[in-house]
C-alpha cells in the first residue's frame, strides 16, 4: 500500500497523511453501518421496524443523526472545568483511533507495521480511561462521577484477564506484530488459532479447547473494556442517568457515540485478529488477496460486532460488585491456567 | 438523623477506615423513578446509607376536585387519572365504595364485565411493571415485548370504550356501553395468545442468570415489616403473607370465580426480596387469565345499568370500601352530606403505602440496588401524589 501511495505522491508527507487518513475512513464507514445495524437488529429483535421513513428503511437515518448533532447547541456547564471538559472526548477518540494504526485491515495495508502491534495496542488503549475520567471529572456532576470511577476501575480490572489471553496468542506465535500474528494462521480455517493454528495435530488437539476458553476469555473483557451491556455499568441509564457522558452534548457527545462504535469494532477486530485468522481467508488460497483479504477482516469483525448487539438486547447488566467477582474470580484464574496450559502445551 | 443500625456499609465493616458520605440527588428527573419522585441519597461511595423520598411534584389535587364536582359521577374521571396505568382498576374502587354509599346492587352482567376489565387491567398493568422493571436492571427487550403484548388488551378497551388510556368506562350503577358484539370472542383469543408469551417472558427475564443474581436477596422485606408499614399487593404478599381482598373481602363476583392468591416463596433468594415481588406479578398475569377465562365463561346477558334517578342524592351517610388494585388495597372513603355533590372524598393509594417502605429495605444497599428496590415496588407517582 505505501508502494502505492508513493508512487503516486512521492516520498512526500502526502504518502504518510493518506496511510493515516485511511484508518480514519473505515473507521467512519464501519461506525455509520453498525449504527444502522444495531438499531435494525434490535428493532427486528423487539418486533419493531425501527426507523423506516428516512432513506429505503431508514437506511439515511445515521446521517440524519449526525447532522441533527453537528446542528445542536454546544454546552458547557457553568461549573464546569473547561479545559477537560472540552479536551475529554477527544482524548477518548484518540486512545481508540491510534490503536487502529496497527490493525491489519488487508494483506497489503497495516498503517504501522510494529512488532510491538498488540502490546502498543492494550497499552494506547488504556488512554481512553483517562478520557473518560476526564470527562466524569470536568462535567462537575455526582452521577457523571460515578459513571467515570465505574469506568475506571472496570476498564483497569477486565484489562488483565484480556492481557492474559493476548499473552497466550504470543506465547504460540512467538510475536507481538498484529501482520505476523495474521500470517502465522494463513492457509485455511483449520489453521485460525481458535482451532490450534497449524501446528502438529497433537499440539493441536490439546490447544483447541484451552484456546475455545481463552478466546471467550478475551470476549468477554472486550465487551467489558466497550462498555456495552451486560458491562454497561459506566452509563448505566437506569441507575447514572447517562454515566460520563452525560453533560456533553452535540459534537462532544457525537465524538463519544463515535469513539464507543470504533471501540466496538476495534476489540473485534483484535478478537479477529488473535483467534479467527485476522485477514486470511477461511479457504486457503481461495478468495484471497488484498482485497479479498479486506472484505474477510471487515466481515469477521463486524459478525462479532453483530454478536455484541445481539448479547447486549438480550442480557441485564450486572451490579459493580458482581463485574468485578466476574474479572477476578472468575476470568482471571480461568485464564491464568490457560496460560500455563499453553505454555506447557508448547514446551511438549 | 442517619440511621445506620439495620445494616452497616460495608466500608466500614470490620476496618477502621472512615469515608465521608456524600448526599446525591435521584429525581425528579431521573430515568428510573417511575415519574417525578425525587429520592435524596445519603452514599458511602457506592452504598447508600440512607433514602428519604421527596413527594408532591405530581400533585394534582384529587380530593378537593371531587368535593367540587356537582355529581358523584364525575368523579369517575379525576379517578382514572391517578394511577393512570391501571384506570380501570380505580373506577372499580371509586364505584364499588359509591354503591356501597347508595345502597344499590348493579346488574349480574355489570359485575362480570367490570371483573374482566379489571383483570385484563391488572395483567396490563402487571405488564409495564414488569417491562419498565426489565429496563432498570438494564435488559430492554422484554419491556417491548411486554408493550406489545400490552397494545392488545388495549385494543379490546378501545373497542369496549373507545379510549385506551383514560376509560370513564364503569358508572355509578353500570357501565357507559355494553360490550360490542364479538368482543367476548376476541378476549378468549386474547387469553390464549397471552400463555405462551408469559412463557417466553420468564425465559428472557425471569428466569435469566444475570436478572437473579441483580434481584434475588436484594431489598428483603421481611412479613413482620411489611404489615407494619401496611404494605399491601404484590408487594405484600411477595413477603408471604396470604393476603388477597378479592378473596378476603370479596366485593363484586369474585367469590364465584377460582383461582389462587400468589404468594412469594424465596424461590431464587429470600422471601420477599426484589425477585419474589417480580414472580409474583408475573404469576398474578397467569391467575388473572384464568379469572378472565372463567368470568366469560359465567357472563350472564342483561343490562348493562342500574335504574337509578336522574341526579343521585344519597342520603347523609358515609362509606369505605376497598378492593385489590394492581398494586394493592385501594380504598374510597366517601362522606356525604346529603346534596349531590360528595362532601369529602379519601383515596388510600396503594403507591403511597408501598412507597414508604422504600427507606427501611434500602439502607446498605448499592445504588444499583436501590433502583431495583424502586422498580420493584412498582410506584405510580400519579397515584402517590394524587
Known sequence: MDQFLQSIFGDTIL??????????LFLLVCAVVTIYVEMKMAAHMQDRLAYMRTGWHGTLQPVADILKLLQKEDIIPASADKFLFMLAPYIVFVGTYAAFAVLPFSSSYIGSAVDLGLFYVIAVSALVVVGILMA????????????????????????????????????????MSMNEITKFQEGGIQNWLIFGGPLPIVHKLLLIPVMIVLAVVYYVCSMAEVNRTPFDIPEAESELVQGYNTEFTG???????????????????????????????????????????????????????????????????????QLMYVSWKVLVPFALVCVVLVGAIMVM | MIETHHSQPATSRGTTLRTEEMILNMGPQHPSTHGVLRLELVVDGEIVVDVIPHLGYLHRCFEKHAEQMSNYQQVVPYVDRMDYVSSMGNEFAYVVAAEKLLKIQVPERVDYIRVIMAELQRIASHQIAIGTYGIDIGA????????????????????????????????????????????????????????????????????????????????????????????SGPMLRASGVNWDLRRDDPYSVYDKIEWDVCVGRGEAGTVGDCWDRNIVRVHEMEQSLRIIEQALAMLPEGNVQAALPKRIMPVASEAYARTEAPRGELGFYIISDGTGSPYRIKARGPSFVNLSVITEISRGAMIADLVAILGSTDIVLGEVDR
Open chain 1, 15 to 24: 504518502t504518510h497523511v493518506f496511510m493515516s487518513v485511511l484508518p480514519l
Open chain 2, 140 to 231: 430492554f427487550t422484554p419491556f417491548l415485548f411486554l408493550f406489545r403484548d400490552r397494545e392488545r388488551i388495549l385494543d379490546l378497551f378501545e373497542e369496549a370504550c373507545g379510549a385506551r388510556l383514560l376509560y370513564n368506562y364503569f358508572w355509578i350503577g353500570g357501565l357507559s356501553h355494553d360490550l360490542p358484539p364479538g368482543w367476548v370472542e376476541k378476549a378468549k383469543a386474547f387469553c390464549a395468545y397471552l400463555k405462551p408469551n408469559i412463557v417466553e417472558l420468564n425465559g428472557l427475564l425471569t428466569y435469566n442468570k444475570i436478572f437473579i443474581e441483580r434481584t434475588a436477596n436484594v431489598g428483603v422485606l421481611p412479613k413482620d415489616v411489611a404489615i407494619n408499614y401496611a404494605c
Open chain 1, 251 to 321: 459534537m462532544k457527545f457525537a465524538i463519544f457515540y463515535l469513539a464507543e462504535y470504533a471501540n466496538l469494532f476495534l476489540v473485534s477486530a483484535i478478537a479477529v485478529v488473535l483467534f479467527f485468522g485476522g485477514w486470511s481467508s477461511p479457504f486457503g488460497s481461495f478468495m484471497s488477496g488484498p482485497w479479498w483479504s479486506l472484505f474477510w477482516f471487515s466481515l469477521k469483525g463486524m459478525l462479532f460486532v453483530c454478536l455484541n448487539i445481539w448479547l447486549r438486547w438480550t442480557l441485564p447488566r450486572l451490579r459493580v460488585d
Open chain 1, 136 to 175: 466524569g471529572w470536568a462535567s462537575n456532576n455526582k452521577w457523571s462521577l460515578f459513571g467515570a470511577i465505574r469506568s475506571a476501575s472496570q476498564v483497569i480490572s477486565y484489562e488483565i484477564p484480556a492481557a492474559l489471553a493476548v499473552l497466550a496468542v504470543v506465547m504460540i506465535t512467538g510475536t
